[in-house]
């Protein structure tokens, strides 16, 4: 089912902080905010961490963590299974390799991680399982918590996606942009998602929504980093310095 969302915007916040980043993942916590990004001219994957919305507002750097290990310095989007803090760190071009980490929320330190031969720019921690997409979204791949590949396969979804999230065990929710064509046909799009434990081949699509809303600077808000917090979902489409966490209500709910 294709839903055309058309709901107003709640509210933008700004993110005060000057880094340059390419922004590629958002968690929020409670009243903590997870941001990861690719500092593309020191080569470096970031993870910021501040107090949500205070912090976001505040003059000041940010708490940061660098997750860069050799060439993969692009960070993924985040996830949260109650225990460990997802992201992978990647090399910055397709069909190369990603170093999936488990972080502790508390101390940013991993507490297990696992290596895959390809780029891995999204994931979500449905349950005791992890999926995870490749560049555009190509391919889908699906690990248990140790990292043991349970299966792989071609996404059937046609969207590339830059932020999923568990909604439950069996559901995952996944932003992006569709596309046809360089410049015929582009569209941002909010997909919910069943998951199989067991096989990337029962994944199946159970509603799209179509984001029109752009942020002022251009950008579909499915550009970049995407979080369902409650019931409301986050968006954050720009780079740092000058990025704004926009809020709108969701019709999908975390459970």
């Known amino acids: 089912m294709i839903v055309f969302a058309a709901l107003a915007l709640l509210a933008a916040t700004p993110l005060a902080f000057e880094q340059e980043c390419h922004t590629q993942g958002m968690k929020l916590m409670g009243e903590t ?11 470096r994957a970031r993870l910021f961490r501040m107090t949500w919305p205070e912090g976001a507002l505040a003059a000041r750097e940010p708490e940061a963590v660098d997750l860069t290990e050799g060439p993969r310095y692009h960070p993924s989007g985040l996830d949260y299974d109650g225990q ?75 969207a590339a996606y830059q932020d999923c999230k568990a909604l439950d065990a069996k559901t995952i929710v996944c932003s992006g942009i569709q596309s046809r064509g360089k410049f015929l046909f582009r569209r941002g799009v909010l997909d919910r998602i069943e998951v199989d434990s067991d096989s990337v081949s029962g994944f199946r ?25 409650l019931e409301t979902v986050y968006f954050i489409p720009d780079d740092l310095p000058g990025a704004e966490v926009y809020s709108r209500p969701s019709l999908f709910h975390r459970r």
């Open 33 to 43: 905010l997870f941001v990861s990004c690719v500092d593309k001219s020191g080569h």
């Open 205 to 229: 699509l159970l509603e799209r929504q179509v984001i029109r809303e752009r942020s002022p600077a251009g950008h579909l808000l499915t550009r970049e980093a995407m979080d369902i917090f």
């Open 84 to 158: 460990c803090l997802w992201v992978a760190a990647a090399e910055y071009r397709p069909h190369s390799s990603a170093r999936v980490l488990c972080l502790d929320p508390e101390t940013l330190k991993p507490r297990s991680s696992f290596e895959v031969s390809d780029h891995i720019g999204a994931l979500a921690a449905p349950g005791d399982r992890l999926v995870g997409f490749n560049w555009d979204a190509r391919d889908i791949y699906l690990w248990d918590s140790s990292g043991r590949e349970l299966g792989r396969g071609k996404s059937p979804f046609g």
